[in-house]
T-cell receptor, first 113, second 113 residues
């Protein structure tokens, strides 16, 4: 069964810290992996999309890496800010999935001022 | 960029009534749209895949007679929750597929009293 797991489920850090969110997935035959941000009661904001042929993607203070062979991705947030507080979701598109995105359970991040 | 809208953004209805939620791709055509449901503090769970001009494909455990999906055009899919009950209260999010990427709507908050 194709599954996506995210750890930790919740994370609280002081402002300014660098932090890493983890995502693991079964079955390495993926097409792409995407990281989203979700604020409470709101929809999804796409942060980074990594194609299966790529190792990482960067956008501002965010860097996402992909290691297909080990079934892992990490989202690195540099110099965290209170405005980064949100839930971060990892989603995987597998090649045989009929284009269905499978989401992890998310990591709830709180950055304390 | 690709924009997806949902209407309404929130709705309150009485138990036993039906509610229709619209999902529109505003500046592109989507042959496939997806419907997700998200309960509080949980991740997105795929409910069904909607293909233009054909019947929707429902995920295991989702009642197709309760959640009616219509995808009559390349820019519009609708989800009707029939005979709604309080346990159907949730956040419903749609997405529209372009190639191997999905673009998400802002979500609809349904509360059944």
């Amino acid at each position: 069964k194709q599954e996506v797991t995210q750890i930790p489920a919740a994370l609280s850090v002081p402002e300014g810290e660098n932090l890493v969110l983890n995502c693991s997935f079964t079955d390495s035959a993926i097409y792409n992996l995407q990281w989203f941000r979700q604020d409470p009661g709101k929809g999804l904001t796409s942060l980074l999309l990594i194609q299966s042929s790529q190792r990482e993607q960067t956008s501002g203070r965010l860097n996402a890496s992909l290691d297909k062979s080990s079934g892992r991705s990490t989202l690195y947030i540099a110099a965290s800010q209170p405005g980064d507080s949100a839930t971060y979701l990892c989603a995987v598109l597998w090649m045989d999935s009929s284009y269905k995105l499978i989401f992890g359970s998310g990591t709830r991040l709180l950055v304390r001022p | 960029g690709a924009v997806v809208s949902q209407h309404p953004s929130w709705v309150i209805c009485k138990s036993g009534t039906s509610v229709k939620i619209e999902c529109r791709s505003l500046d592109f055509q989507a042959t496939t749209m997806f419907w997700y449901r998200q309960f509080p503090k949980q991740s997105l769970m795929l409910m069904a895949t909607s293909n233009e001009g054909s019947k929707a494909t429902y995920e295991q455990g989702v009642e197709k007679d309760k959640f009616l999906i219509n995808h009559a055009s390349l820019t519009l899919s609708t989800l009707t929750v029939t005979s709604a009950h309080p346990e159907d209260s949730s956040f419903y999010i749609c997405s529209a597929r372009v190639s191997y990427e999905q673009y998400f709507g802002p979500g609809t908050r349904l509360t059944v009293t």
